[in-house]
């Protein structure tokens, strides 16, 4: 195809599968290690081999992550433009995000527990991209010929990245108050083992929900901002600010859902697991606004590439 | 929304919430139980708001797509104009959901400007006296300096002022002094502001609503434009503000070209376009094209769309030419195969009308004529020619992109290309005399927007300070030590207390403690 380097675009398509393969074992090793330290911890031995492994796989999570960017870098060279033109390259960004924001908190905060929870979407949603969502390497549509493609997509694709790293983490803070709501029904009933199994290995349910709420105060203000980018570019594009698009009108209801959980998490009575469950639900509206506004709803934002 | 957005460890007795001093109990409970319950009812809003946004996204709605709301009506004639009465369509303009945002807006206003008022009481407020066991609040510190306690505590001060705390010094008698510092006001500076930029966003919203306009208007090459509401060929006029308030602009469209993807995507649009921005002022160039609109006078002019204008010459018997103009024929998919009619309604014995379809690269297929690609690479016209009365003298308003051929009679069609002539029955001639391209613009002018571009900054703005600033307050108190060799000597004790998010502070409290004791 006219403006696509070859080479450069096969050379991508190859990194993209080796960086599916190293997240994908990586995830296996946070798994066992996790399996491994729940044994060993009851066991009281064998907690260092657990924590190899665990190292391990953190190792692997960052040359994935490399061959990530590469992967990223060569597609864009290919086309000769950013590489977020498509569901597939949208999708694969958002992995990167995600994966880069587990690997920062790592730097800052004994956090390898999410591994294997963070890595397992990533794992999915990259394979999703690279089956069903994949799209060769294509040059651009003109509507989207625009330096705000840059500043719009890149803060839309921050903020997903970060919203899915927080998805995970209240995912495991709602499990987590699960099992201390059981535990608290007293010793003896059947759930105790499973509590000293699993709630003995996760944080505790206050400094999940805590971590959680780091992340998406993080993710909220840089989704406003695409938000608002947005706005200014479809000023410029389709000569309106805001039309209630589809796919406006879910990226409001996602920041709705959220403003509501950031309210939530102020009020007495709604702190906690409803809190919880409000960003969840702000997460699938997130999500209905990439893939069902996308592929199902027709309406401007028709990039997909999904044939 | 009458709380800080975040509010972690909030200990009623240490709270550096701005509350009327003093603080009588029954007070106390009355002010919780009200921004209980509005937080509460903004809380309601806020979900019954994301949840009747979404059946906009799942039917069709007029504002954006009118035709799939025809189609949902013939396809469900009884469901139809049952959820039309529902406003279902129109969402977005429906009673009921403007009822849900102004409910909010209410309950915001309702909440805000107590809060101003208090956070502008907090401002001025001098950061509070040491509680007197400082040992006693989550991170602490004890040390002892030789010096007298006047000295240390105003170098502890400085310290603090340096790290821009507001603090308060005190006498606590009997050679004792303690310093109270807060820091961290910003938060609720940053949430009043982001609350305050959404009301006036709506603001900005409605002003582009009530004194705003826009229209379309279609140009074929080498035509031109004024900015009269006469001129638009759909024209939404601002709900208040008059129509001669529009800028007396006018453009030329010289040439518009587009370029192709050799699939058929589209690769560019360009219209380029010589304008004025008053009537004795000197044409300028512009290039109109996706992502880069022509700014005049505060209205915006943008590409919108494109398609072909075919140019048909008419010459009766005799040979004189009695029609030559551009048609646009619109196109019906994205490979550009249009349909249009040509009506010829003088000049000949009897009035003349033709329907057309036209490919610009023509493809036949067992299943009829298409194109197999946007740009005019084979171009074809095939026509079919109307004798008899068009009905332009009826009185009655009719579609210059339909012919009421029950009423005509069929004289021949013919597949022409450009150059290629055709002569009916009673000897008229038809030419395809070539090709042209129109471009259709939608002229839009928005007073509000800047208003809505401010407000959008200050909301990120201020969400970033209410997210990320952190409140804090702390205390150091110098108190005299026995002193047995002469030498002036003093304990002092801090201790610090974070209100929000206490992660970090032991290790910025930690820094602190070590500028003081340098």
Same mark, same amino acid.
């Given at each position: 195809m006219a403006g696509v380097n070859v080479s450069l675009a096969h050379a991508s398509d190859v990194l993209f599968t080796w960086t599916v393969l190293c997240y994908a074992v990586a995830m296996f090793g946070y798994s066992v290690e996790f399996a491994f330290a729940r044994i060993a911890r009851s066991r009281g031995d064998q907690v260092a081999k657990a924590e190899r492994i665990g190292r391990f796989a953190v190792g692997l999570t960052v040359a994935g992550w490399l061959l990530h960017i590469g992967s990223v870098a060569t597609r864009g060279a290919a086309v000769d433009r950013v590489p977020w033109g498509n569901m597939y390259e949208f999708s694969t960004m958002v992995a990167l995000v995600a994966v880069t924001v587990f690997l920062a908190l790592l730097t800052r905060q004994p956090v390898r527990f999410l591994g294997a929870f963070v890595m397992t979407p990533v794992v999915l949603y990259l394979g999703l991209a690279g089956t069903v969502l994949y799209a060769p390497a294509a040059p651009l549509q003109p509507i989207l010929n625009s330096y705000w493609i840059k500043i719009h997509v890149v803060a839309a694709i921050t903020a997903s990245g970060a919203f899915m790293v927080s998805g995970v983490i209240t995912l495991l803070y709602l499990t987590r108050t699960w099992l201390d709501r059981r535990a608290s029904l007293g010793p003896g009933t059947a759930s105790v083992a499973e509590y000293n199994g699993l709630a003995r290995w996760l944080p505790s349910a206050d400094r999940l929900d805590r971590l959680a709420y780091k992340v998406i105060g993080f993710a909220f203000p840089v989704w406003t901002f695409a938000i608002i980018a947005g706005a200014i570019w479809a000023k410029y594009a389709w000569s309106r600010y805001w039309g209630w698009d589809p796919k406006e009108t879910w990226s409001f209801i996602t920041w709705v859902a959220y403003a509501a959980y950031l309210h939530a998490r102020a009020t007495a009575g709604w702190r906690g697991r409803r809190a919880a469950v409000l960003s969840l639900i702000g997460f699938g509206c997130l999500m209905v606004d990439y893939y069902v506004v996308n592929t199902v709803i027709s309406g401007l934002h028709s990039y997909a590439g999904v044939s | 929304m009458t709380e800080t957005l975040v509010d972690d460890t909030a200990t009623a007795a240490l709270s550096t919430a701005p509350a009327p001093a003093p603080p009588s109990s029954r007070h106390r409970l009355r002010g919780l139980w009200r921004s209980l319950t509005s937080m509460r009812t903004a809380l309601l809003l806020l979900s019954l708001l994301a949840l009747a946004a979404v059946p906009g996204t799942l039917l069709p709605q007029r504002g954006l797509n009118p035709v799939k709301v025809d189609d949902f009506f013939t396809a469900h004639p009884k469901l139809g104009p049952f959820l039309d009465r529902l406003s279902l369509f129109d969402v977005f303009a429906a009673p009921w959901f403007a009822a849900i945002y102004l409910l909010l807006f209410a309950s915001l206003v309702g909440c805000l400007v107590p809060r101003i008022r208090l956070h502008a009481r907090a401002l001025r407020r001098k950061p509070p006296a040491a509680p007197k066991r400082l040992e006693r609040l989550a991170v602490n510190g004890t040390w002892e300096v030789a010096g007298d306690a006047e000295a240390t505590i105003v170098r502890a001060r400085d310290v603090l002022r340096q790290q821009r705390w507001r603090t308060e010094l005190r006498d606590e008698g009997d050679g004792a002094w303690s310093v109270g510092a807060e820091k961290g006001y910003l938060r609720e500076t940053g949430n009043l502001v982001f609350h305050v930029s959404l009301v006036v966003l709506l603001a900005g919203i409605a002003l582009g609503g009530l004194f705003g306009y826009k229209g379309t208007v279609l140009v074929t090459d080498g035509g031109s434009f004024s900015d009269v509401p006469s001129s638009y060929d759909v024209f939404t006029p601002a709900? $208040?503000? /008059?129509? /001669?308030? $529009?800028?007396?602009f006018t453009f030329t469209l010289r040439k518009f070209t587009a370029s192709y993807q050799p699939s058929g995507e589209p690769k560019s649009f360009h219209a380029y376009v010589d304008y004025r921005s008053t009537p004795d002022a000197a044409p300028r160039p512009y290039d109109v094209t996706t992502n880069h609109p022509l700014s005049i006078a505060g209205t915006d002019v943008f590409l919108v769309g494109h398609g072909y204008a075919v140019r048909i010459q008419v010459r009766d018997k005799q040979g004189k030419l009695v029609y030559d103009k551009d048609t646009p024929f619109l196109p019906d998919d994205a490979m550009f195969a249009s349909h249009g009619v040509v009506k010829?309604?003088?000049? $000949?014995?009897h009035q003349l009308g033709f329907t057309g379809f036209f490919f610009p690269t023509y493809e036949p297929t067992p299943f009829g004529a298409r194109s197999s690609y946007p740009g005019p690479d084979a171009p074809v016209l095939t026509l079919a020619a109307w004798q008899g009365d068009l009905g332009l003298t009826s009185g009655r308003p009719q579609s210059v992109y339909s012919l009421p051929v029950a009423s005509l009679k069929n004289v021949g069609t013919k597949t022409l290309s450009p150059g290629q002539k055709w002569t009916l029955a009673d000897g008229t001639t038809v030419t395809f005399a070539g090709l042209d391209q129109w471009a259709t613009f939608q002229i839009a002018h928005d007073p509000g927007s800047t208003v809505v571009l401010v407000a959008a900054a200050c909301i990120v703005g201020g969400l970033l300070s209410s997210l990320w600033v952190r409140r804090r307050r702390m205390w150091v108190r110098a108190v005299p030590s026995g002193d047995a060799t002469g030498v002036r000597r003093t304990v002092v004790m801090a201790g610090g207390l974070a209100r929000t998010d206490a992660d970090g502070f032991a290790t910025e409290f930690d820094s602190l403690l070590r500028r003081m004791k340098d």
């Open positions: - | 709900r $208040l503000g /008059s129509e /001669s308030a $529009l800028p007396p010829v309604p003088a000049g $000949l014995p």
